[in-house]
């Protein structure tokens, strides 16, 4: 069952990915907001999630990780300027499609502590011991981690929310930065809909997990994983200029 479910949501990172994406800020919301119309169109309930994300791909802990986030893994305002992530929720299970783009957006990734010189360059390149995964679909309480230190080689670490000190505005600077996630998920969909159409005939059927698949269901999805597993024709990348981090 286990693996009939792998293979279940394999084919819809497949067809959420199969469109290739570029914004100047990163995929996140791209891919957050196609993977809402897919996941809806399947008869879950999505919920667009705003915070901070580190993943850590070689052995130092600061120059070898990508972190969409602040210091404390939270999102957060540093040097004036907002770090942050954007991923889905479905059911307590923290569902993120853009994990495929982050090794080819290293040139993106910001000062979260020492990683980048007062101009933004990166000091030396990300060492990828360890490959971001495609997507991820695990429960939230698993990759909680801890506030403020590195995760594991190969783990990424979520926080929903920002962490935000009084003296750079509390709950007010949150507001607006609430504001400005809501804006960027309703950016991000109307960028992505041309798309939905091509996405939505490679996903698969819906299907009821709360049971045990018949050996049909069994079969069509063993089908699907190997449909998952092909290497698909790259589609045109779409250049945005919306922030998306």
């Given amino acids: 069952m286990e693996a009939d479910i792998k293979a279940w949501r394999d084919q819809i990172a497949a067809a959420v990915r199969s469109v290739s994406f570029w914004a100047d800020g990163g995929t996140c919301a791209l891919r957050m907001a196609m993977g809402h119309l897919a996941l809806t169109h399947l008869g879950l309930k999505p ?4 915070g901070g994300m580190v993943f850590r791909a070689g052995p130092d802990e600061m120059m070898d990780t990508v972190p969409f986030c602040g210091g404390s893994n939270y999102a957060e305002i540093v040097n004036g300027r907002p770090l942050f992530h954007m991923w889905l929720d ?56 801890e506030m403020g230190k590195p995760p594991p080689i190969g783990t990424a670490w979520y926080r929903a929310g920002f962490r935000i000190p009084v003296s ?78």
């Fill in 168 to 245: 750079q505005g509390g709950a007010h600077k949150e507001a607006e930065l609430n504001a400005m996630f809501q804006r960027s998920n309703r950016g991000a969909l109307e960028t992505v809909k041309p798309f939905w159409p091509q996405v939505r005939d490679l996903l698969p059927d819906p299907i009821p997990l709360s049971r045990q698949p018949t050996r049909a269901e069994a079969r069509r999805l063993r089908q699907m994983e190997k449909i998952a597993t092909r290497q698909r024709p790259k589609q045109p990348a779409i250049d945005t200029a919306e922030p998306t981090a």
């Fill in 47 to 50: 919920r667009p999630v705003i």
């Fill in 90 to 145: 479905v059911d307590g299970d923290i569902v993120d499609f853009s994990c495929g783009d982050w090794e080819a957006q290293e040139s993106l990734i910001g000062d979260a502590g020492g990683t980048t010189t007062p101009d933004g360059q990166p000091l030396r390149p990300i060492q990828w011991d360890a490959k971001p995964p495609r997507y991820i679909w695990r429960p939230a309480r698993t990759l909680a981690g």
